[in-house]
C-alpha cells in the first residue's frame, strides 16, 4: 500500500482493536505511515472541506482536501469518530472508531 504523503518504500501499519465506551463497543481502525505527520495546529482542520496544509513539510505532496472530509462524513453518518493520535513521534495515526451494531 503506497500512502500519498509518505515517502517511498516506507512502512505503513495498519492495526485493530476493540474497546467499550459509555456501555457501547468500538472497533477501532488505526492508520500510521511514516510521512511529514499532521502539525499540532492542523490537527482540527484538517477534517474540513478543501483543507490543504502550507506546512513546509508537506509541500512536495498535493491533494484536493476532500478525501478527510468525506471520510469522516462517512463516519460520522454511521455513529463513529475519526480522529488523529497525535501522541506518536514520527508520521501521522489516523484512527477511526465505528460502533458495533
Avoid at 18 to 38: E, I, K, L, M, N
Avoid at 78 to 92: L, P, T
Wanted: hydrophobic share 30%; charged share 20%.
Amino acid at each position: 500500500m503506497q500512502s500519498s504523503f509518505s515517502p517511498d518504500q516506507s512502512t505503513i501499519h495498519i492495526g485493530f482493536s476493540r474497546h467499550d465506551t459509555d456501555g457501547r463497543v468500538f472497533q477501532r481502525v488505526c492508520v500510521h505511515d511514516s510521512g511529514p505527520g499532521v502539525a499540532t495546529g492542523e490537527v482540527t482542520q484538517v477534517f474540513e472541506r478543501f483543507f490543504t496544509s502550507n506546512s513546509p513539510n508537506t509541500s512536495k505532496y498535493s491533494g484536493s482536501g476532500r478525501g478527510l472530509s468525506i471520510a469522516k462524513l462517512i463516519v460520522d453518518r454511521n455513529g463513529g469518530q475519526i480522529f488523529f493520535d497525535m501522541s506518536v513521534e514520527h508520521g501521522a495515526k489516523c484512527c477511526v472508531d465505528l460502533p458495533l451494531l
